[in-house]
């Protein structure tokens, strides 16, 4: 009888242990959870939102671009084992469009940020060189501002992938997600073009102003501009006269452009064209290798401004009420000026 109460007593204490099954564990797709945070104040950006692409560093391959998320919100990703590169930037491929044209973005060797061709004014610009001989040119759009950061060798271990003790609500682990700390940094410049113009009085204005050999767009890769080269269309205007000159003056110009070619040390020329309508109704097209003229400014935040300033002296004039009106002649803005007494 003892016996028999021994073995039912085990047999119970078997049937419990049986039902005590071990806990299970969950892995979130074979992924770690990587919390991307940039820095915009290098850029002096405000984006309203980040863009991630992860591409896999052995081969360059696209391996994912991560839906974008708002600037005010947390920026996670999800990655699998293995070394990746990040490419960061403000704003999403497609809020640039028809001022910067996103290409190539399968492989990181070829991805790259383009200007977009402005038609008309490519046309204008066909026109004014028709008697020169300066091969295939044409005029991109003013790009809008772009912040890239690259972020190499990000390592993702076996031991970082996420694992949870019961069903996550969601598949990011924030308490262990690996920190990915960047400063995007603006890859657009601004091109300052100041003229003082001797005999300014003897021009009733401009019509387009070119300068040509910038770049035509931007690798985000290498961090280099390309080496193909485009002109930028713009009005230099803001008609300003001298302290004590009714005649002498400056003109002045500011825009958006990829900037120099290249890293910026190449052997490449830079050519501006500025076409001023004198008073008479006559054309006096003026143009100058500015190469030798530029001077980089690199500012607090790292936006690069490449300025330009010359000095040009226009021949005196009888203005002719019959002089040829030119249609897309853009008139003197003139700036008001206190002159110190």
């Known amino acids: 009888m003892r016996r028999l109460v021994k073995y039912t007593a085990l047999l119970l204490l078997l049937l419990l242990?049986?039902?005590?099954?071990?806990?299970?564990?969950?892995?979130s797709s074979q992924t770690a959870s990587v919390l991307v945070e940039?820095?915009?104040?290098?850029?002096?950006?405000?984006?309203?939102?980040?863009?991630?692409?992860?591409?896999?560093?052995?081969?360059?391959?696209?391996?994912?671009?991560?839906?974008?998320?708002?600037?005010?919100?947390?920026?996670?990703?999800?990655?699998?084992?293995?070394?990746?590169?990040?490419?960061?930037?403000?704003?999403?491929?497609?809020?640039?469009?028809?001022?910067?044209a996103f290409c190539g973005e399968e492989n990181l060797a070829t991805f790259r940020a383009m200007g977009v061709k402005d038609e008309v004014r490519s046309q204008?610009?066909?026109?004014?060189?028709q008697s020169k001989a300066t091969g295939d040119e044409y005029c991109i759009v003013e790009p809008d501002t772009l912040a890239v950061s690259?972020?190499?060798?990000?390592?993702?271990?076996?031991?970082?992938?996420?694992?949870?003790?019961?069903?996550?609500?969601?598949?990011?682990?924030?308490?262990?997600?690996?920190e990915v700390k960047t400063a995007p940094q603006s890859v657009i410049s601004q091109v300052n073009i100041t003229a003082h113009v001797k005999g300014l009085k003897y021009a009733r204005g401009t019509t387009?102003?070119?300068?040509?050999?910038?770049?035509?767009?931007h690798c985000l890769g290498s961090g280099d501009n390309?080496?193909?080269?485009?002109?930028?269309?713009?009005?230099?205007?803001?008609?300003?006269?001298?302290?004590?000159?009714?005649?002498?003056?400056?003109?002045?110009?500011?825009?958006?452009?990829?900037?120099?070619?290249?890293?910026?040390?190449?052997?490449?020329r830079y050519y501006l064209d500025i076409n001023f309508v004198l008073v008479n109704g006559e054309d006096h097209p003026l143009t100058y290798d500015v190469t030798?003229?530029?001077?980089?400014?690199?500012?607090?935040?790292?936006?690069?401004?490449?300025?330009?300033?010359l000095e040009i002296e226009l021949p005196e004039v009888v203005g002719n009420e019959e002089g040829g009106f030119k249609t897309d002649i853009n008139?003197?803005?003139?700036?008001?000026?206190d002159i110190p007494m």
């Open 208 to 217: 387009l102003s070119y300068l040509r050999g910038v770049a035509a767009g």
């Open 17 to 27: 242990a049986g039902c005590q099954r071990d806990h299970l564990y969950y892995a």
């Open 124 to 129: 204008k610009l066909e026109e004014h060189l």
């Open 331 to 337: 008139e003197w803005e003139d700036e008001t000026v």
């Open 150 to 178: 690259v972020v190499r060798g990000l390592h993702i271990s076996p031991e970082q992938i996420d694992y949870y003790y019961d069903m996550p609500a969601t598949d990011i682990s924030e308490a262990d997600a690996i």
């Open 226 to 268: 390309t080496m193909e080269q485009v002109a930028q269309a713009f009005i230099l205007n803001n008609r300003t006269f001298d302290p004590g000159s009714d005649s002498d003056g400056t003109i002045r110009a500011s825009f958006l452009s990829f900037g120099l070619v290249g890293d910026g040390n190449t052997d490449k």
């Open 38 to 100: 940039p820095d915009w104040s290098v850029s002096g950006l405000h984006p309203n939102g980040v863009s991630v692409f992860a591409f896999n560093e052995a081969d360059g391959s696209l391996y994912k671009r991560f839906p974008p998320v708002s600037a005010s919100q947390k920026c996670y990703v999800k990655l699998p084992e293995g070394d990746f590169t990040l490419v960061v930037m403000n704003d999403t491929p497609e809020e640039f469009g028809g001022r910067i």
């Open 292 to 309: 030798d003229l530029i001077s980089i400014d690199v500012t607090l935040s790292l936006q690069l401004s490449l300025n330009l300033d």
